[in-house]
């Protein structure tokens, strides 16, 4: 590979990574305007976790509609990624629309998720054409970039704008900008394989290989996590503060703490990305699943007060989102090189279903054991990833993974 190609690789990964801060910051627009929404739709808890849920629905049916025709490896990478950032914004702008009405905001929010399930995996693929050495560095951050992009709207809510709908408009207008620079500046790299046809037999093939099995079991452990964490926490922020401060207006506190956690995240899985290269993937992994599983089980021992458990989140946002890109990693090295997309799509599509179970979970148990002991449940995730990433090193096509440093 030439220098100019070396050049190539790191602006494309740095405009894919703008692109995908961009289109995420669709995902918790909604969320982020929560108290605006609570008192204007008079939302309950099982409401506000529906909103989020919907979008996820949605993302993970479009995630299995587009590895049912194996999209993202019979259609041009780059087209479905354009196409797909397009009408999630579209489908975004239109809940401002609404006259404020719940049930329609959920079926906008619910086609914002359809179409961002051809975001996230295609930016993966995309990268994986360029990068064959630093791979894991090079999806660390572009993971990086869709973390800080779902804690913008944290942001945006700190900026005093008191109407939700330009709230929802500026994150739209993000996601279309995010497809022009698509348009304009990326391309699919040397390491592209040549498309496949569409056949149902590729998922069998995906589905039989024992070692995708166990990641994608592990992946599973880890989204049981990730996103009921990232749901919740900052409404466990809000009461936190509340309870330890009454009467005082705990929106800087949450939106900035929240936005915090989101940051911190992104920097992590940059820097994970860096270390699972030199000493390994699923080593990496095993060490961050360790840590969100502990920190899930502490933060109900200093929920009383509001400092340490933002100090107690802020760990668990740093250690929560690394390991994400890694799973990423793994699949591209284990599966069969024309089925990437498919593949990728068919682990984040089942992760991301797993996920709504665990974030309908959480109002659940705070119904019954109050706000303290919300996140008490979600270490038993980690727990299966680890065993999951313990099976897969033993297996002879561990060999594969980041060069045989597993």
Known sequence: MGVNQKKSKYFILWILSIALVFSFALWFSANAIIPQLALLLE??????????????????????????????????TKKVLIFSGFLAAIFNFLAIFTDSSFLLIMVFRFFTGFFLAGVYPTSIKITATWFKEKRGLAIGILLGALTLGSGLPYLFNLSNVPDWKILLSISSLLSVLGAFLIIIFVSEGPYNPQKTKFNLKNLKVIIKNKGMRLVTYSYIGHMWELYAMWVWI????????????????????FSLGTFSIFLIGAIFSSLGGLISDKYGRTKFNIIMLSISATSS???????LNPWLTLTVALIWGATIIPDSPQYSSIVIELSNKKLVGTALTLQTAVGFFLAIISIQLVPLVVSNFGWQYAFSFLFIGPLLGIYSLVKLRKLPESKKIANGLK
Do not use: A, C, Q, W
């Open 43 to 76: 939302l309950s808890k099982f409401d506000i976790g529906l909103l989020s849920v919907i979008l996820m629905l949605g993302f993970v049916i479009g995630g299995l509609t587009s590895t049912l025709l194996n999209l993202p490896d019979i259609i041009k």
């Open 234 to 253: 900052p409404i466990l922020l809000k009461f936190s503060f509340e309870m330890y401060y009454p009467g005082r207006n705990s929106l800087v506190f």
């Open 297 to 303: 089980i502490l933060i109900s021992f200093v929920y």
